[in-house]
């Protein structure tokens, strides 16, 4: 569901590369800001098991919110030594900053610089002086920050300290490329107009980034501040955004040039989404009237012909055709090209197509693959066979399906890293006793953070022991995180782990399904993390959203599902097994197609079956519309069989849960599923 999943690894390298992608900051971002501050409110459920320290630091941090300076002070003195005494320091500070002597603050700030509540502290600092317009000691505390509002608060210090013309200067590329100005920044606006700064060229500029962003509220607003003249040029603009037909025929005369190339440009790029061969068309009758270069025309081309594609239009293979064969062609546009040849079964355009492919890109496991098959088509079995040969030494999902071809056993190379004492690293390094406390006291997600802290400064070659350690610890995902670092993919006990054994087996005997597959789906979408929610609100190991979850749960007879509730390792594998088995009886048992669903929705993936006819599993896989699905249905296939080998010391082969797709009524969704 790319609606419902946080999707935390690709299927490069076995999906852990990416865990280190920018999808994964934003969503690691995501969780801290939800959860960092505040603690779980499990820490106080099972004070039996803890110790003295453990015990005394809830205390102090109860005695924080309570603002009881003498506690704090006692507790202060009594855990200086402890490894967690930072947090209570910090919260404390946090807590009541406006009454924190602010030498107090900057002391903290400066003996913690290389750890992250020191940066956590510092933001703060600068909003709680912001908000109470402290200017001069806003400007002497700050420094460069990435944070937009931080900048803007900058700005709003500087007008007001008379240092109006860098304050222009720096709120002009912010006013001109934003769509929307949080609070903070808002004050630009006024800025900007006071001092006479708002020009023309940036009025439009910003409208256009509204048109393109689809905020025609805003640009509306903006368009006030324009000429009589110029508000009938964006009048029109308007009616192009709302009926892109208009593009097809020769923009208004009164509209400046300028402005028509604007108005043609974003109105071909929306008329490709209704009308391909059209938009081809017309941008090819008006494009040198309206002044546009090589390289624009080369890229509003190149646009069409991948709007086609997405569709999978009639005249897509004919205008992916022609881009690649000019200066316009890209990745994209060859790797669409190849995938409507392929769900075609064209297998001489798909080879004639990957043979354009830049020699890097054709020795990519998907393409030496897919050159197999279109060599094996046009009988050529001597070629293909080498390549399948080649694939098959390996351990991916295309290597599975090559040994399938070749009627040989799966490869696993398994190569467990070297066990090493792991006592010393706790010694070493001071995160992982932080860790160790923070986990004692149930606090996971400031736990988290200290791992990623962690290792962005640990040695390169201690990694594999940190993963060992952290998979001792039952921190999956920081093990898996870990051995990613150390680019080490061949321990397939701790980048495969099976934690939650009880329930996962105990789920997957009720709903007749596959625990290996439950792992499968688990693995790709939290990587065993059990706290995670993403930007969209998926919850937990198996990523389920709210409303699905409670669908699924009132058809399995459980009657109220709480946010708390899925992050509960239990409560999230009943129902995400009970939800993978709903799927599976949908699709007839097709483990291919309920996978899909599980990440697209239902409604998505049954309009991508074949209406007439059948495809073939791998062909349908790598010709589903959407990018992050395919990816995550091979890497669910992919790590299901490796879990499989794991759990049973056997695997299914894939062409025996692959079988071609279509060829018979798709059952309705409930009308009832969200």
């Not at 309920?594 to 991508?608: F, K, L, Q």
Request: glycine share 2%; proline share 5%.
């Amino acid at each position: 569901m790319s609606q419902h999943s946080a999707n935390l690894c690709s299927s490069q390298n076995l999906g852990i590369a990416s865990l280190q992608s920018s999808r994964f900051a934003v969503f690691l971002a995501l969780t801290t800001l939800l959860f960092l501050i505040a603690p779980s409110v499990k820490a106080q459920t099972d004070k039996t098991l803890m110790s003295e320290q453990q015990k005394d630091f809830l205390l102090a941090y109860d005695a924080i919110k309570r603002n009881d300076r003498t506690a704090i002070a006692s507790y202060k003195k009594k855990l200086k030594d402890y490894p967690l005494a930072i947090y209570i320091t910090y919260h404390d500070y946090r807590i009541h900053l406006s009454s924190t002597p602010r030498k107090q603050i900057n002391q903290f700030i400066k003996q913690n610089k290389n750890h992250y509540l020191a940066d956590k502290l510092y933001t703060k600092l600068l909003v709680q002086l912001a908000s109470e317009k402290k200017w001069t000691t806003f400007l002497n505390n700050y420094k460069p920050q990435k944070s937009q509002n931080l900048q803007c608060y900058h700005i709003q210090a500087l007008a007001n300290r008379k240092q109006t013309t860098r304050a222009v200067t720096l709120a002009k590329p912010i006013w001109q490329n934003s769509t929307e100005l949080s609070s903070a920044c808002q004050p630009l606006d006024k800025l900007l107009r006071d001092q006479k700064k708002l020009t023309g060229t940036m009025i439009w500029e910003r409208i256009e980034l509204a048109m393109n962003k689809r905020k025609t509220k805003l640009a509306k607003k903006l368009s006030h501040d324009l000429s009589n003249k110029d508000k009938e040029m964006f009048n029109y603009w308007l009616k192009v955004y709302k009926n892109p037909l208009l593009i097809a025929k020769p923009l208004p005369k009164s509209i400046s040039p300028s402005i028509k190339k604007k108005i043609f440009t974003q109105g071909i790029r929306f008329l490709a989404s209704r009308d391909p061969e059209l938009a081809d068309t017309s941008l090819n009758k008006f494009y040198k009237d309206y002044g546009l270069n090589k390289d624009q025309y080369a890229i509003l081309k190149r646009k069409v012909a991948l709007r086609s594609a997405y569709k999978y239009a009639p005249q897509a293979a004919d205008l992916l055709n022609e881009v690649n064969g000019s200066t316009a062609k890209s990745e994209d546009t060859l790797r669409w090209q190849a995938q409507i040849a392929l769900k075609q079964s064209n297998w001489a355009s798909l080879l004639e197509t990957i043979d354009l492919m830049p020699a890097e890109t054709q020795q990519d496991k998907q393409w030496l693959y897919w050159k197999a098959r279109a060599l094996e088509a046009a009988k050529q079995q001597k070629e293909a066979n080498d390549l399948y040969q080649k694939l098959a030494k390996q351990r991916n999902y295309y290597a599975f399906l090559a040994a399938d071809r070749l009627k040989q056993p799966y490869q696993f190379n398994p190569n467990p890293v070297q066990k090493r004492d792991t006592a010393y690293l706790v010694k070493k390094y001071p995160e992982l006793q932080r860790i160790q406390e923070l986990m004692a006291i149930d606090w996971p997600l400031s736990a988290k953070r200290e791992w990623y802290q962690l290792l962005n400064r640990v040695n390169q070659d201690e990694l594999q022991a940190i993963a060992v350690l952290a998979n001792q610890w039952e921190q999956y995902s920081q093990s898996i995180r870990s051995l990613a670092k150390a680019k080490k993919w061949h321990d397939l006990g701790l980048r495969f782990p099976t934690p939650h054994k009880e329930p996962v087996m105990q789920n997957a005997d009720k709903n007749k399904i596959d625990p290996a597959w439950i792992y499968g789906i688990m693995r790709r979408e939290s990587a065993f993390s059990e706290d995670v929610k993403s930007s969209v609100g998926a919850v937990g190991l198996m990523q389920l959203m709210p409303k699905t979850a409670k669908y699924i749960g009132k058809k399995i007879g459980v009657k109220k599902v709480s946010y708390t509730d899925l992050t509960k390792a239990e409560n999230n594998i009943e129902l995400g097994s009970a939800y993978l088995s709903y799927l599976h009886d949908k699709y007839d048992g097709n483990k291919v197609l309920a996978t899909a669903s599980y990440n697209a929705g239902p409604n998505r993936v049954d309009t991508w079956i074949p209406k007439n006819g059948t495809l073939a599993a791998d062909q349908w896989i790598d010709s589903i519309p959407f990018t992050e699905t395919r990816d995550y249905v091979k890497a669910v296939l992919e790590y299901t069989t490796i879990f499989k080998s794991l759990l049973n010391k056997k695997y299914d082969r894939l062409e025996d849960v692959m079988p071609p797709i279509g060829g018979k009524p798709v059952k309705q969704t409930d009308p009832q599923h969200p």
